[in-house]
Every structure is written in C-alpha cells, then in structure tokens.
Nanobody, 117 residues
Framework: QVQLMESGGGLVQPGGSLRLSCAAS????????MGWYRQAPGKQRELVAH???????NYADSVKGRFTISRDNAKNTVYLQMNSLKPEDTAVYYC???????????WGQGTQVTVSS
C-alpha cells in the first residue's frame, strides 16, 4: 500500500509564500498523475493542480500564475510552490497519487494552510 507523506503547511500572511511537499513511500508505476487538492470548511474538495510523470501540468483557474507544481520522479515526490497567497487559499491541502494502470487513487493525510494577518 503506497503511503503519501505531506509536509510544509502552516500559517502565512497574505501575499506570502509556502512550499508543500508530498513523498510516496515506495517506487510507483511510471504512468501516474500526482496532484494537490484542497478543502475549505463547508466546501467540497477541489483540484488545485496536477502533474503527470511526463511533466504535463494542469491548474485550477484560481491559482494560475501564483502556484507552481513540480515533481522529482527519482524521489517519488511532488511539490507545490504557493506564492501571493490569499485568505481564500486557506484550506486543508491533500496530496493525491493516481495510477492509471491500476485504476487506484491514494491520498495523503492532509496539511493545513492558513492565510491570515
């Protein structure tokens, strides 16, 4: 069972930056997509960004130009660099790994990001 270990959340002022990391506990199939979702209180979980093993990315409109997703395939790790943070970015951020050949999806435990002055 693949486990995803997230780190990097915290409290930051508006306009600040944070970098989230998510490492898979073991080597994963090459054909996969890693991504970040978030869930704010009272709202549904939503996609923030994802990246496939070839490096193709997709972003939610609300974070385009501010967030950058990247990955290190050798380390089975995905990163989310978040700049120009806004209070509306406050949420629990979840790492996700989808392995298409297995039709399996794995989730991290979530990390809290709070943007407040």
């Amino acid at each position: 069972q693949v486990q995803l270990m997230e780190s990097g959340g915290g409290l930051v002022q508006p306009g600040g930056s944070l970098r989230l990391s998510c490492a898979a506990s073991e080597s994963i199939f090459s054909n996969n997509v890693m991504g970040w979702y978030r869930q704010a209180p009272g709202k549904q979980r939503e996609l923030v960004a994802h990246i496939n093993n070839g490096g193709s990315t997709n972003y939610a409109d609300s974070v385009k130009g501010r967030f950058t997703i990247s990955r290190d395939n050798a380390k089975n790790t995905v990163y989310l660099q978040m700049n120009s943070l806004k209070p509306e970015d406050t949420a629990v951020y979840y790492c996700n790994l989808y392995i298409s050949i297995l039709s399996k999806s794995y989730w991290g435990q979530g990390t809290q990001v709070t943007v407040s002055s």
